[in-house]
């Protein structure tokens, strides 16, 4: 549905990070006021609100992208970059070196907290119920940490805190065993034999989509959030930079199906642009500033219409 282009303008935020405090409130005013009117259009007629979630959100909780430097990984003297690294084909030649470089990258999420965006989430799933699903590109269980339930959090990258067999029994997750140590040491035979499949032994594997790897219903909804996103009445999209398929698919389809798009990212990207081309919302800034702005107008939007 499309909003005014004044609204619009005032929305497409100034490229300079530092505004006037003057300045910053008048758009914080104007921000307010075009989502309500947005998200009251959008809403009215009952349908769903589908917020997908990307690496912005995990960074602001000081979990790094892995897609970047912080993701190298060096084996003797060869450096691996992450596509490399995040593969079927290294985890056949070096499943050691391959869980290694998972449980360090474990030890960095667990040691992260859930943080005012994952909140926040948590708080619009509480108002809105099955009206609600949260879909995330975030590998870091950070959502569920905060609060938010399994059965409405569609992980489509999958969870490091999981594992599945690396044989036959590929389709059943199994929780994390504790672990002696989830840092960057050398596997110990000990860590080994716990990393394997409790129902036949074999080694198990990191329950994560690698890059040679493809998407699939049963393991990351796929479908279900294509088809969610198809018929929402609101998309947020938040922190991400559009760089992947599905995500790319679930905007194309949400805009295909009328929802309305809002984007949260500092940057503007190709989601902050489908947004603002579709007649939608870019708020430009953090997530943390931004999610709990937008989950409660979305919150006081169904609120107004269940009246
Ligand atoms: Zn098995």
Not at 38 to 67: D, H, K, M, Q, Y
Not at 239 to 251: C, D, K, R
Request: contains cysteine.
């Amino acid at each position: 549905m499309p909003c005014h282009d004044s609204e619009k303008a005032h929305l497409r935020a100034p490229r300079p990070a530092v505004y006037a405090a003057g300045e910053y409130n008048f758009r914080v005013t104007v921000e307010l006021d075009a989502l309500d009117a947005a998200l009251a259009r959008a809403l009215a007629g009952g349908g769903r609100v589908v917020a997908l979630t990307g690496a912005g959100v995990s960074a602001e909780s000081g979990i790094p992208t892995f897609r970047g430097p912080e993701g190298f990984w060096t084996v003797g003297s060869a450096v691996y970059h992450p596509e490399e690294m995040a593969t079927q084909a290294a985890f056949r030649a070096m499943p050691d070196e391959v869980w290694r470089w998972y449980l360090y990258r474990l030890g960095m999420c667990r040691h992260a907290q859930p943080n005012a965006a994952h909140l926040a989430l948590v708080d619009v799933d509480r108002a809105l119920g099955e009206r609600f699903l949260l879909v995330t590109q975030n590998v870091d269980g950070l959502h569920l940490r905060a609060g938010s339930p399994r059965e409405r959090t569609y992980q489509i990258h999958g969870n490091v805190d999981f594992m599945r067999c690396a044989g036959a029994h590929d389709r059943e997750l199994v929780a994390m065993p504790a672990l002696p140590q989830v840092d960057d040491a050398p596997l110990s035979d000990e860590v080994r034999r716990l990393l394997v499949c409790p129902r036949c032994g074999e080694r198990a594997r990191p329950h994560v989509l690698w890059f040679d790897e493809y998407y699939d219903e049963e393991l990351y909804r796929f479908e279900s959030s294509l088809r969610a996103a198809a018929g929402c009445a609101v998309l947020v999209t938040i922190g991400t930079s559009g760089a992947t398929n599905l995500p790319s698919q679930m905007v194309m389809a949400a805009r295909r199906g009328g929802g309305l798009l809002i984007d949260i990212n500092p940057d503007e990207g190709p989601f902050a642009e489908a947004a603002l081309g579709g007649g939608g919302l870019w708020l430009a800034g953090p997530a943390t500033e931004k999610v709990p702005i937008v989950g409660q107008a979305i919150a006081r939007a169904v609120a107004a219409g269940a009246r």
